[in-house]
T-cell receptor
Framework: TQLLEQSPQFLSIQEGENLTVYCNSS?????LQWYRQEPGEGPVLLVT?????EVKKLKRLTFQFGDARKDSSLHITAAQPGDTGLYLC??????????????FGQGTILTVHP | NAGVTQTPKFQVLKTGQSMTLQCAQD?????MSWYRQDPGMGLRLIHY???????DQGEVPNGYNVSRSTTEDFPLRLLSAAPSQTSVYFC???????????????FGAGSRLTVL
Protein backbone atom coordinates (compact mmCIF):
# COMPACT_ATOMS: atom_id res chain seq x y z
CA THR A 1 0.00 0.00 0.00
CA GLN A 2 1.43 3.37 -1.02
CA LEU A 3 1.45 6.09 1.61
CA LEU A 4 1.70 9.85 1.28
CA GLU A 5 2.74 11.72 4.38
CA GLN A 6 1.55 15.31 4.28
CA SER A 7 2.77 17.98 6.69
CA PRO A 8 1.94 20.04 8.54
CA GLN A 9 -1.59 18.91 9.34
CA PHE A 10 -2.59 22.38 10.55
CA LEU A 11 -1.21 25.78 9.60
CA SER A 12 -2.43 29.09 11.04
CA ILE A 13 -0.72 32.21 9.72
CA GLN A 14 -1.19 35.93 9.25
CA GLU A 15 -2.01 37.53 5.93
CA GLY A 16 1.15 38.26 3.94
CA GLU A 17 3.22 35.39 5.34
CA ASN A 18 4.71 32.65 3.19
CA LEU A 19 4.16 28.95 3.79
CA THR A 20 5.16 25.54 2.47
CA VAL A 21 3.26 22.26 2.62
CA TYR A 22 5.12 19.00 2.08
CA CYS A 23 4.06 15.66 0.72
CA ASN A 24 6.47 12.74 1.09
CA SER A 25 6.49 9.04 0.25
CA SER A 26 8.86 6.12 -0.12
CA UNK A 27 6.99 5.14 -3.31
CA UNK A 28 7.41 6.48 -6.81
CA UNK A 29 4.39 8.13 -8.41
CA UNK A 30 3.67 8.60 -12.10
CA UNK A 31 2.04 11.94 -11.31
CA LEU A 32 1.16 13.96 -8.28
CA GLN A 33 -1.70 16.36 -7.83
CA TRP A 34 -2.72 19.07 -5.43
CA TYR A 35 -6.36 19.69 -4.61
CA ARG A 36 -8.07 22.37 -2.56
CA GLN A 37 -11.28 21.69 -0.68
CA GLU A 38 -13.76 24.15 0.81
CA PRO A 39 -16.16 23.16 3.62
CA GLY A 40 -19.18 21.25 2.31
CA GLU A 41 -17.67 20.77 -1.13
CA GLY A 42 -15.56 18.23 -2.96
CA PRO A 43 -11.85 18.68 -3.69
CA VAL A 44 -11.00 20.79 -6.72
CA LEU A 45 -7.83 20.20 -8.72
CA LEU A 46 -5.16 22.92 -8.53
CA VAL A 47 -2.34 21.33 -10.49
CA THR A 48 -0.85 18.08 -11.80
CA UNK A 49 2.90 17.49 -11.96
CA UNK A 50 4.22 14.53 -13.94
CA UNK A 51 7.96 15.00 -14.52
CA UNK A 52 10.64 14.66 -11.85
CA UNK A 53 11.93 18.12 -10.91
CA GLU A 54 8.94 19.85 -12.49
CA VAL A 55 7.93 23.24 -11.11
CA LYS A 56 4.55 24.79 -11.85
CA LYS A 57 3.28 28.19 -10.79
CA LEU A 58 -0.31 29.24 -10.33
CA LYS A 59 -0.32 32.93 -9.38
CA ARG A 60 1.11 32.97 -5.82
CA LEU A 61 1.22 29.16 -5.57
CA THR A 62 4.34 27.22 -6.59
CA PHE A 63 4.25 23.44 -6.91
CA GLN A 64 7.32 21.23 -7.19
CA PHE A 65 7.68 17.52 -7.93
CA GLY A 66 10.78 15.85 -6.50
CA ASP A 67 13.48 14.59 -8.85
CA ALA A 68 12.76 10.99 -7.86
CA ARG A 69 8.98 11.53 -8.11
CA LYS A 70 8.50 10.51 -4.47
CA ASP A 71 7.71 13.90 -2.96
CA SER A 72 6.17 17.26 -3.70
CA SER A 73 5.74 20.66 -2.13
CA LEU A 74 3.28 23.52 -2.32
CA HIS A 75 4.59 27.00 -1.54
CA ILE A 76 2.26 29.98 -1.13
CA THR A 77 3.73 33.46 -1.25
CA ALA A 78 2.05 36.33 0.60
CA ALA A 79 -0.92 34.27 1.77
CA GLN A 80 -4.35 35.87 1.72
CA PRO A 81 -7.52 35.02 3.68
CA GLY A 82 -8.98 33.64 0.45
CA ASP A 83 -6.30 30.91 0.53
CA THR A 84 -7.94 29.42 3.62
CA GLY A 85 -9.00 25.82 3.06
CA LEU A 86 -7.96 22.18 3.09
CA TYR A 87 -5.09 21.30 0.77
CA LEU A 88 -4.65 17.71 -0.32
CA CYS A 89 -1.85 16.04 -2.24
CA UNK A 90 -2.63 12.88 -4.21
CA UNK A 91 -0.43 10.51 -6.15
CA UNK A 92 -1.04 8.03 -8.95
CA UNK A 93 1.02 4.86 -8.76
CA UNK A 94 3.79 4.39 -11.26
CA UNK A 95 3.79 1.53 -13.71
CA UNK A 96 0.76 1.15 -15.94
CA UNK A 97 -2.58 2.93 -15.93
CA UNK A 98 -3.86 3.99 -12.53
CA UNK A 99 -7.51 4.20 -13.70
CA UNK A 100 -8.06 7.31 -11.64
CA UNK A 101 -7.09 5.58 -8.40
CA UNK A 102 -5.21 8.05 -6.24
CA UNK A 103 -3.44 7.82 -2.90
CA PHE A 104 -4.18 10.92 -0.83
CA GLY A 105 -2.19 12.60 1.89
CA GLN A 106 -3.88 13.40 5.19
CA GLY A 107 -4.45 17.01 4.21
CA THR A 108 -3.33 20.40 5.53
CA ILE A 109 -5.90 22.75 7.02
CA LEU A 110 -4.68 26.26 6.25
CA THR A 111 -6.12 29.30 8.02
CA VAL A 112 -4.98 32.75 6.97
CA HIS A 113 -5.94 35.50 9.39
CA PRO A 114 -6.53 39.07 8.13
CA ASN B 1 -22.97 21.52 -16.92
CA ALA B 2 -23.74 19.56 -13.73
CA GLY B 3 -20.48 17.57 -13.51
CA VAL B 4 -20.73 14.94 -10.75
CA THR B 5 -24.00 14.88 -8.79
CA GLN B 6 -24.33 13.05 -5.47
CA THR B 7 -27.49 12.36 -3.49
CA PRO B 8 -28.40 12.56 -0.70
CA LYS B 9 -26.24 15.31 0.79
CA PHE B 10 -27.00 14.21 4.35
CA GLN B 11 -28.26 10.91 5.77
CA VAL B 12 -28.67 9.44 9.24
CA LEU B 13 -28.97 5.68 9.59
CA LYS B 14 -29.36 3.26 12.42
CA THR B 15 -26.92 0.38 12.81
CA GLY B 16 -27.93 -2.48 10.52
CA GLN B 17 -29.92 -0.42 8.06
CA SER B 18 -29.04 -0.42 4.38
CA MET B 19 -28.97 2.43 1.91
CA THR B 20 -27.63 3.53 -1.44
CA LEU B 21 -25.63 6.66 -2.17
CA GLN B 22 -26.29 7.83 -5.70
CA CYS B 23 -23.68 9.26 -8.07
CA ALA B 24 -24.21 10.48 -11.62
CA GLN B 25 -21.88 12.26 -14.04
CA ASP B 26 -22.72 13.93 -17.32
CA UNK B 27 -19.20 14.33 -18.73
CA UNK B 28 -19.03 10.92 -20.44
CA UNK B 29 -16.11 9.99 -18.17
CA UNK B 30 -15.04 6.38 -18.37
CA UNK B 31 -13.55 6.07 -14.88
CA MET B 32 -15.55 6.54 -11.69
CA SER B 33 -14.65 5.97 -8.04
CA TRP B 34 -15.88 6.29 -4.48
CA TYR B 35 -13.77 7.71 -1.65
CA ARG B 36 -14.48 8.24 2.01
CA GLN B 37 -13.03 11.15 3.95
CA ASP B 38 -12.35 10.94 7.67
CA PRO B 39 -10.63 13.57 9.86
CA GLY B 40 -6.85 13.34 9.68
CA MET B 41 -6.93 10.52 7.13
CA GLY B 42 -7.37 12.25 3.80
CA LEU B 43 -9.46 10.36 1.25
CA ARG B 44 -9.42 6.58 0.96
CA LEU B 45 -10.57 4.66 -2.09
CA ILE B 46 -13.52 2.32 -1.54
CA HIS B 47 -14.36 1.00 -5.03
CA TYR B 48 -13.70 2.10 -8.56
CA UNK B 49 -14.91 1.37 -12.09
CA UNK B 50 -13.13 1.58 -15.43
CA UNK B 51 -16.32 1.33 -17.47
CA UNK B 52 -19.87 0.02 -17.56
CA UNK B 53 -20.00 -3.47 -16.13
CA UNK B 54 -16.47 -3.35 -14.68
CA UNK B 55 -15.77 -2.62 -11.01
CA ASP B 56 -12.97 -3.42 -8.57
CA GLN B 57 -12.08 -2.94 -4.93
CA GLY B 58 -10.04 -0.11 -3.54
CA GLU B 59 -8.28 0.26 -0.20
CA VAL B 60 -11.33 0.01 2.13
CA PRO B 61 -14.07 -2.02 0.35
CA ASN B 62 -15.53 -4.01 3.26
CA GLY B 63 -19.20 -3.30 3.92
CA TYR B 64 -19.78 -1.62 0.56
CA ASN B 65 -21.05 -2.83 -2.81
CA VAL B 66 -21.04 -1.10 -6.18
CA SER B 67 -22.30 -1.73 -9.67
CA ARG B 68 -21.99 0.19 -12.94
CA SER B 69 -24.77 -0.57 -15.38
CA THR B 70 -24.33 2.67 -17.34
CA THR B 71 -21.46 5.06 -18.04
CA GLU B 72 -23.27 7.82 -16.14
CA ASP B 73 -24.21 6.15 -12.85
CA PHE B 74 -22.14 4.55 -10.08
CA PRO B 75 -24.17 3.90 -6.91
CA LEU B 76 -22.57 2.87 -3.61
CA ARG B 77 -24.54 0.47 -1.42
CA LEU B 78 -24.11 0.01 2.31
CA LEU B 79 -25.46 -3.45 3.08
CA SER B 80 -25.68 -3.26 6.89
CA ALA B 81 -24.54 0.10 8.22
CA ALA B 82 -22.09 0.26 11.12
CA PRO B 83 -20.96 3.28 13.18
CA SER B 84 -17.49 2.88 11.63
CA GLN B 85 -19.04 3.87 8.31
CA THR B 86 -19.87 7.32 9.62
CA SER B 87 -17.98 9.50 7.16
CA VAL B 88 -18.20 11.88 4.24
CA TYR B 89 -18.39 10.05 0.93
CA PHE B 90 -17.18 11.47 -2.36
CA CYS B 91 -17.82 10.19 -5.84
CA UNK B 92 -15.32 11.14 -8.55
CA UNK B 93 -14.92 10.64 -12.27
CA UNK B 94 -12.17 11.08 -14.85
CA UNK B 95 -11.40 10.50 -18.52
CA UNK B 96 -10.33 7.03 -19.60
CA UNK B 97 -7.88 8.31 -22.17
CA UNK B 98 -4.85 7.03 -20.31
CA UNK B 99 -1.87 9.05 -19.23
CA UNK B 100 -2.13 11.66 -16.51
CA UNK B 101 -5.58 12.71 -17.76
CA UNK B 102 -7.05 9.61 -16.13
CA UNK B 103 -6.00 11.03 -12.76
CA UNK B 104 -7.65 14.42 -13.14
CA UNK B 105 -10.60 13.71 -10.88
CA UNK B 106 -13.81 15.69 -10.83
CA PHE B 107 -15.49 15.27 -7.46
CA GLY B 108 -19.08 15.55 -6.38
CA ALA B 109 -20.04 17.73 -3.41
CA GLY B 110 -20.11 14.77 -1.03
CA SER B 111 -22.64 12.85 1.05
CA ARG B 112 -22.36 13.09 4.82
CA LEU B 113 -23.47 9.85 6.46
CA THR B 114 -24.00 9.32 10.18
CA VAL B 115 -24.63 5.83 11.54
CA LEU B 116 -26.04 5.69 15.06
Amino acid sequence: TQLLEQSPQFLSIQEGENLTVYCNSSSVFSSLQWYRQEPGEGPVLLVTVVTGGEVKKLKRLTFQFGDARKDSSLHITAAQPGDTGLYLCAGASAGGTSYGKLTFGQGTILTVHP
Amino acid sequence: NAGVTQTPKFQVLKTGQSMTLQCAQDMNHEYMSWYRQDPGMGLRLIHYSVGAGITDQGEVPNGYNVSRSTTEDFPLRLLSAAPSQTSVYFCASSYGSGGSGANVLTFGAGSRLTVL
